[in-house]
C-alpha cells in the first residue's frame, strides 16, 4: 500500500440534531453504538465525486499522478446510479480512459472482498498499480424518522482510498486475506426495493411502506459481527503463522463501537492496538476501513514492518480480514 486518502463531506450531523427529526437521544446513540456525529452529504455531491477526492489524496501521498494506475476497484453499496458502475464514473473524474473499472458488491466488507481483488492481480502480474476506494452516501437512502430510527442514526457518508503497487520486497505487503458469505442471512440486512424482480421495480404501496429503506434485525448482526470477525481475524493469523499478540494495529469495520470492543476483548488486545473512528463519523459501510486506515497513517499509528490487520462483517451475509505487513 503506498498510498492512502479519504474524504468527507463538510456537513456534520449530531446526535441532537437526529432527536429533532425522530425519536432518539444523543444518550441512546452515545450509548448503544458510540456514535457521536456523522457527515451527510450535501445536495449534488456523488459518490464518484468523494471517491475522486480520497483517490487524488492517496495518489499524492503515493506520489503518483492519476496515469499510472492500471485498474480501478470501488466499492459501495450506494452507487450514483443502477448502471453503469460508479468505478467507471470514477474513471471518468480522474480523467482516465481505457484501464479496468470494477464495482465491488460486497457491502460493509466491500473493502476487504476488493483489496482480495486487488492483491491477486498484482500477485498474478496482471495490474501493476490499482486504486482501490470504498465509498458511500448513506443519507440519502435512510428513513430518518422514527420508523427508520434503528437504521438511520448508525449510518454516514465518506470515501477512503488506497493505491496498491507491486513490490519486490517479500516483508512487505498483503499477507494474505480471507473471504467469506452466508447467502442463507440475506435479509437479515437489507435493502428490499427497487428490485429487479417487482414489476415495476418500486411500487406506490412498498414506498409508503418504507421498503425501499435499508432494514436489519439489529441484535441478530451485532451477535453474527462480532463472532465472525473475531474468527477472519484468527484464521488470518493462522494462516500465517502469528498470534493475536503480533498484530500492531487492528481496523475493525466500523459498525458499532460495542461490537470493535467485543472483538478486542476476545481477540485479548489493548485498546491502543484498535482504531476506531466511528465516534466521529458513524458507519460509511464499505468507507469505514480505508477512511480509518488514511487517519491511522496521517495520526503516525502505523511504522514500516508494522502489522495491520483488517475486519469486516456487513450484509451478505459477508464477512472477512486481510493482514498486512506495513
Ligand atoms: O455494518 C454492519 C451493519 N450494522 C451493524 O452491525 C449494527 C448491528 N446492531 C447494532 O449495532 C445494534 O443492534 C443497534 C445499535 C442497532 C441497536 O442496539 P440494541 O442494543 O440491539 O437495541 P435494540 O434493537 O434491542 O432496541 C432497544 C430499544 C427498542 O425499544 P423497546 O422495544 O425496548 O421499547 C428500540 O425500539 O431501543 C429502541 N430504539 C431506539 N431508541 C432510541 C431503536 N433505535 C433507537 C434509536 N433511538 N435510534
Known sequence: ???????????????????????TSDAWIRERSGIEERRWASEGTTCA????????????????????????????LSPDHAFPGTSAFLQRELGLTGIPALDVRAQCTGFVYGLSVADAWVRVGQYRTVLLVGVEIQSTGLDVST????????????????????TEDPDRGVLSTHL?????????????????????????????????????????????????????VEEALGANGLAASDIDLLIPHQANLRISQMVQRRLGLTEG????????????????????????VREGRLERGDLLCLAAFGSGFTWGSALIRW
Open 49 to 76: 465525486g468523494m471517491a475522486r477526492r480520497a483517490s487524488e489524496m492517496a495518489l499524492t501521498e503515493a506520489g503518483l499522478r492519476p496515469g499510472a494506475v492500471d485498474a480501478i476497484l470501488l466499492a459501495t
Open 273 to 296: 492496538r484498535v482504531f476506531n473512528n466511528i465516534q466521529r463519523y458513524g458507519n460509511t459501510t464499505a468507507a469505514t476501513i480505508p477512511i480509518a486506515l488514511a487517519e491511522a
Open 1 to 23: 500500500m503506498v498510498g492512502t486518502g479519504f474524504y468527507v463531506p463538510e456537513r456534520v450531523v449530531t446526535n441532537d440534531e437526529l432527536s429533532r427529526y425522530m425519536d
Open 180 to 232: 467469506h458469505a452466508e447467502g442463507q442471512n440475506a435479509e437479515i440486512l437489507w435493502c428490499e426495493f427497487e428490485s429487479s424482480a417487482s414489476h415495476p421495480r418500486i411500487s406506490r404501496e412498498a414506498l409508503d411502506e418504507g421498503r425501499h429503506y435499508p432494514s436489519m434485525v439489529g441484535k441478530e448482526v451485532f451477535r453474527h459481527a462480532v463472532a465472525r470477525m473475531s474468527e477472519a
Open 147 to 166: 420508523r427508520g430510527r434503528d437504521m438511520s442514526v448508525l449510518f454516514g457518508d465518506g470515501a477512503g482510498a488506497v493505491v496498491l503497487q507491486a
